[in-house]
């Protein structure tokens, strides 16, 4: 079992920056791929970064050279710096973990979601 707790979210300023974390419990988070997906109003969840246990990474076009995804094993923790954020940045943002890689929906584990607000 992987308990997930992302944490820095917030309002910020179109062009603004913040820095999501997601903590991981457990022993074995560094066999887990772990993901961002965030869900906008009114909108489905959709994918936005994952980083496998290797550390590749994928983007989604949206986020492609704004976002950056990486992860700390040592602190079971990935993290999802973005930058020159925009209006449509604003959403929930939930991390995920997973055995294997993906930019579906299809992870194990999921976290409750932090709130991300760019205000113009």
């Known amino acids: 079992q992987v308990q997930l707790v992302e944490s820095g979210g917030g309002l910020v300023q179109a062009g603004g920056s913040l820095r999501l974390s997601c903590a991981a419990s457990g022993r074995t988070f560094s066999s887990y791929a772990m993901g961002w997906f965030r869900q906008r109003p009114g909108k489905e969840r959709e994918f936005v970064a994952v980083?496998?246990?290797?550390?590749?990474?994928v983007y989604a076009d949206s986020v492609k050279g704004r976002f950056t995804i990486s992860r700390d094993n040592a602190k079971n923790t990935v993290y999802l710096q973005m930058n020159s954020l925009q209006l449509e940045d604003t959403a929930v943002y939930y991390c995920?973990?997973?055995?294997?890689?993906?930019?579906?929906?299809?992870?194990?584990?999921w976290g409750q979601g932090t709130q991300v607000a760019v205000s113009s």
């Open positions: 995920a973990a997973g055995l294997k890689l993906t930019t579906t929906g299809s992870y194990e584990y």
């Open positions: 980083i496998s246990r290797y550390g590749g990474t």
